[in-house]
């Protein structure tokens, strides 16, 4: 995979259009340096989708292995009613 393109905030900001359209036409993805570190990245859709579909996979592993855990231990659960009455008092 290519490294990101580095444009300074500078430029960045005076051309965002032909930013966005490398991003979104050109498939480029955008790395804005200030004082030369890269502070921000402009990127096409379908890196951010899948960037998504990556956390969201990795969130659901977290969730299985914490209900595993969970039934693992034999603690009861608590009632939604119950959490939400005890935060309420707080």
Do not use: C
């Not at 005076?14 to 930013?19: G, H, K, R, S, V």
């Not at 009861?76 to 309420?88: G, T, Y």
């Amino acid at each position: 995979m290519p490294e990101p393109t580095p444009l300074t905030s500078r430029s960045a900001r005076q051309n965002f259009a032909e930013m966005l359209n490398r991003a979104a036409f050109a498939k480029e993805r955008v790395a804005i340096h200030r004082h030369g570190k890269p502070i921000a990245y402009v990127i096409p859709v379908e890196d951010a989708v899948l960037l998504e579909s990556l956390e969201d996979a990795e969130d659901l592993k977290a969730l299985r292995a914490a209900k595993k855990e969970f039934e693992a231990s034999g603690e009861a659960a608590i009632p939604w009613h119950k959490v939400r009455s005890s935060l309420r008092s707080k």
